[in-house]
């Protein structure tokens, strides 16, 4: 069964109605020591990255998450949870994240329109099982005013160009992350979810 981490700014009902309509079974978990029932994770986010640490801090859940993807479990951030999954982000002052991977968010700066709002094709930088049926070119939802600069490149799985190169899906070991939102990007994010899940198929909780 796949967890959801529910700590008040994850936009829970789309993400849990797309797992139903993969067939997959799901829990919204918000208690520590639960999260090791489950074979995999998915940490959902919206809203500002500082107030989201200090939830997910104030709810003990911050040493359950590393310990979680220590265990070598699949944990999967989403948009805001992606960003979360790194080590500091400079919106509204500087804040430190959970530290899975290395690099930091931070804002857009140009002129142009902030947030990055809508759909954008990805560009698949390496292949990996969490992209199976998933190629350049296929087109996905986001909304977000800060970006993920990665602090291993290898981490990379693709990109996409918002007058620059933006972080878009990040891989390493079980720990992943995507920056759009699957649950409201059509076939290619269903793709990306029922990947997932397969991920965690078979995992002993």
């Not at 979680?68 to 944990?75: C, E, H, N, V």
């Not at 002129?111 to 990805?122: C, S």
């Amino acid at each position: 069964m796949i967890g959801i981490i529910d700590y008040g700014m994850g936009n829970l009902y789309s993400l849990s109605k797309a797992l139903e309509r993969l067939g997959y079974a799901y829990e919204f978990v918000s208690d520590p020591e639960r999260l090791s029932d489950f074979s995999g994770l998915i940490l959902p986010g919206v809203g500002a990255f500082g107030d989201a640490i200090a939830n997910i801090r104030e709810l003990g859940l911050e040493k359950a998450l590393q310990d979680y993807a220590a265990s070598g479990r699949p944990i999967l951030g989403i948009c805001l949870g992606m960003q979360l999954l790194f080590g500091k982000s400079e919106e509204y002052g500087e804040h430190i994240g959970l530290g899975l991977l290395s690099g930091e968010a931070v804002r857009f700066r140009g002129d142009f329109k902030v947030p990055h709002m809508g759909w954008n094709e990805l560009q698949v930088k390496q292949q990996h099982s969490l992209l199976e049926g998933i190629q350049s070119g296929d087109y996905v939802y986001f909304v977000h005013s800060y970006h993920v600069r990665v602090g291993a490149p290898e981490v990379l799985l693709a990109t996409t160009d918002y007058h620059q190169a933006v972080t878009a899906i990040v891989g390493r070991d079980n720990v992943f992350g995507m920056q759009f939102h699957p649950e409201k990007s059509g076939e290619t994010g269903m793709r990306l979810l029922r990947n997932f899940a397969v991920l965690c198929e078979g995992v002993l909780a």
